[in-house]
């Protein structure tokens, strides 16, 4: 695990299998495509089966251009007042699941259960096949001896 260090903080490399833990730990993303030849960043709902991403979404959408097509998708947290988060960035193949797939398949990616946020028809399944994973962790630096953080909201 990599790690660079300085009065600031610390950034370090979180391993594959903390970066899936952290997946699983949240329902909001952001998945990212070339649609119309334009980078496109979205927020979407999503879940995990094994370690496929599943997105829901409604027919029409921008994502439709994410179909057969390399993607980006980034999850994250932070914490303004302790300038501490991590992110984590998958990049993989996405496809969209339908009648070409087995019902095995279309069966587990609606189990998974994603609840969309956004009001409307979302009866289309996205699946993100992960080809490389990554994440990042910053911490903040340390404190002067005898500084409580709390003293700094």
Wanted: glycine share 14%; hydrophobic share 40%.
């Amino acid at each position: 695990m990599g790690r660079t260090t300085s009065a600031a903080g610390s950034l370090d490399v979180i391993p594959v299998d903390e970066c899936y833990q952290r997946l699983a730990g949240h329902e909001l993303g952001r998945i990212g495509v070339i649609a119309g030849h334009q980078p496109l960043v979205i927020p979407v709902d999503y879940g995990l089966d094994g370690r496929t991403i599943v997105v829901r979404t409604h027919p029409g959408t921008t994502l439709s251009a994410a179909e057969h097509a390399d993607v980006a998708f980034e999850v994250d947290e932070f914490d303004r007042a302790r300038r501490s988060g991590w992110s984590v960035l998958v990049r993989g193949l996405a496809e969209e699941v339908g009648p070409g797939h087995g019902a095995d398949l279309v069966a587990r990616t609606r189990a998974v259960g994603v609840r969309p946020w956004a009001p409307g028809e979302h009866g289309n399944w996205l699946r993100i096949i992960p080809q490389a994973v990554s994440g990042r962790r910053v911490s903040p630096g340390q404190l002067p001896w005898g500084v409580d953080d709390r003293a700094h909201l």
